[in-house]
């Protein structure tokens, strides 16, 4: 789907992906249990597509929508969404990562969705592995952005000359 969104153009995949955010969250309130799931991918796929056009804020506040969300099915049904759960975490990280937005919250997300995806890979590694290696990649460049921001300096910042 998203995709297909990114297909079509930057403004109208945003106001694609919008409409199909509202569209899952109506559905949600005649029968929140069926389509609270898909209110929760499409949230993923709208944070990329903000983070994509620029809207960082909105990006970061819409990933974590979609953790909220995800987290609420995992408690139900953690085999089914804990993946999802995972996925949601990381995006978390990837997204603060694009506009060099890293504070100890996105970090412990992101940490948290790398202990996921830790936990999958041992038990299906085919399925997982790849996953859990691009999670802990993002958690590393979270972590070196996070201690080059503590020395002083900024790995987003070229060093003056």
Known sequence: ?????????????LTT??????LHQELTTTNRD????????????HA?????????????????????LYRQLASTNRD?????LALALRNV?????LFGRVDELVIALTAEGVQYFDELATAEPAVFEERRQVARQ????????????????SSRDPEPS
Do not use: C, K, W
Request: a negative charge; zero cysteines; hydrophobic letters at 45%.
């Open 1 to 13: 789907m998203i995709e297909s969104l990114r297909a079509a153009g930057g403004t109208s995949a």
């Open 48 to 68: 990329v597509i903000l983070a994509e056009a620029g809207q960082h804020t909105e990006a970061l506040t819409t990933s974590h929508e979609a953790v909220n």
């Open 138 to 153: 993002t958690l590393d460049d979270l972590s070196r952005i996070a201690g080059a921001d503590h020395d002083g300096s």
């Open 17 to 22: 992906s919008h409409e199909a955010v509202n």
């Open 34 to 45: 069926t389509h609270l799931p898909d209110l929760a991918a499409s949230l993923i796929n």
């Open 80 to 84: 089914a969404y804990l993946p999802n």
């Open 93 to 97: 990280g990837f997204i603060a990562l």
